[in-house]
């Protein structure tokens, strides 16, 4: 089946630099794309989302780029903190007339003082 | 406002007990969901509801019951708990409408089966 895949599974980056996690999707019909933060021992927290007909989206210290052509999605993170240290999903929803999230296994973020 | 609310919070299990974990839900919303999470793998999900009343076949489903007796809650149930079962289970909910909707989680039951 497809799935929803990420690149990195570790991600070490100095506090105050930026952080840029990325994702791979296979499923070309998907239509809408969220990005969460999962902190150790506790469930999944919404962060972001894009729709299909969006490139670029950007919340507070977080952007989301994506790119459809080649069916990747990225995580932007600025200066990163301490706080940012987690789990990052992206989830895929496809358009087939169901609401089923599709999750990647994740990326852990490191953030380092 | 609560959100999502998994209880048990933890619980060891021997095999071939029972056990039914509840997720409750404030926000009105249609669609909830029941997930496993294990180590180096996403999400994945048991079974899915998209109303009161209903229940649906995710991507591993076997071994498991579900229950949508009321819009609010969301009942996993094992009826014969396996080693295999060993997993972190998390519930989430959404509103369902349109698609643009993100799913909110619980923290989470970890479960254990000796």
């Known amino acids: 089946g497809e799935s929803v895949g990420l690149h990195l599974p570790t991600l070490s980056v100095q506090e105050g630099d930026n952080s840029i996690i990325n994702c791979a999707y296979s499923n070309s019909a998907s239509d809408y794309f969220i990005w969460y933060k999962q902190e150790s021992g506790k469930g999944p927290q919404f962060i972001i989302d894009i729709r299909s007909n969006m490139d670029k989206r950007q919340g507070q210290r977080v952007t989301v780029l994506l790119n459809k052509t080649v069916k990747h999605l990225s995580l932007q993170i600025a200066a990163t903190q301490p706080g940012d240290s987690a789990v990052y999903f992206c989830?895929?929803?496809?358009?087939?007339?169901?609401?089923?999230?599709?999750f990647g296994t994740g990326t852990r973020l490191k953030v380092l003082a | 406002n609560a959100g999502v609310t998994q209880t048990p919070k933890f619980r060891v299990l021997k095999t071939g007990q029972s056990m039914t974990l509840l997720c409750a839900q404030d926000m009105n919303h249609e669609y909830m969901y029941w997930y496993r999470q294990d180590p180096g793998m996403g999400l994945r999900l048991i079974h899915y509801s998209v109303g009161e009343g209903t229940t649906a076949k995710g991507e591993v489903p076997d071994g498991y019951n579900v229950s949508r007796l009321k819009k609010q809650n969301f009942l996993l149930g094992l009826e014969s708990a396996a080693p295999s079962q060993t997993s972190v289970y998390f519930c989430a909910s959404s509103t369902g409408t349109g698609r643009n909707t993100e799913a909110f989680f619980g923290q989470g039951t970890r479960l254990t089966v000796v």
């Open positions: 989830a895929e929803i496809p358009s087939s007339g169901t609401y089923k999230y599709i």
